[in-house]
């Protein structure tokens, strides 16, 4: 799902992969061992609010809590933007989030459209 995101959409940063080490520094409620996969891509310059990020729940419980990080996480993503880069803003208020099972996916992106088109597309 990740990758065909990063395929199919165009993105003014350059977009790095971190890998799951990092995900409570962006997640602080998500911990690795609720997850059976996890793939994130932000935007390498910090300049950016885009971000990439799919989370496979181990179970119900999971998928609750990841829920709810991704939540928190658009809010803080709100909070570091709309006094540094005010034009991110319109990008956060977009984002398209999706849960199907035990999937949780995150978007922030310049095309919500083209991000929700292949989410949908992705998920089935």
Request: hydrophobic fraction near 45%.
């Amino acid at each position: 799902i990740a990758q065909a995101l990063m395929d199919g959409l165009t993105f003014q940063d350059e977009m790095k992969e971190n890998d799951i080490s990092i995900v409570n520094n962006f997640y602080p409620t998500v911990d690795a061992s609720m997850l059976a996969g996890f793939k994130m891509y932000k935007g390498a310059s910090g300049g950016t609010a885009e971000e990439i990020a799919v989370f496979e729940a181990k179970d119900a419980e999971g998928v609750a809590a990841i829920e709810e990080a991704v939540q928190m996480r658009l809010e803080d993503l709100m909070f570091q933007f709309e006094d540094y880069v005010p034009e991110e803003v319109k990008k956060i208020n977009d984002a398209v989030t999706e849960t199907k099972g035990k999937i949780v996916v995150l978007v922030v992106a310049d095309d919500a459209d083209a991000a929700q088109k292949i989410v949908d597309e992705q998920l089935g």
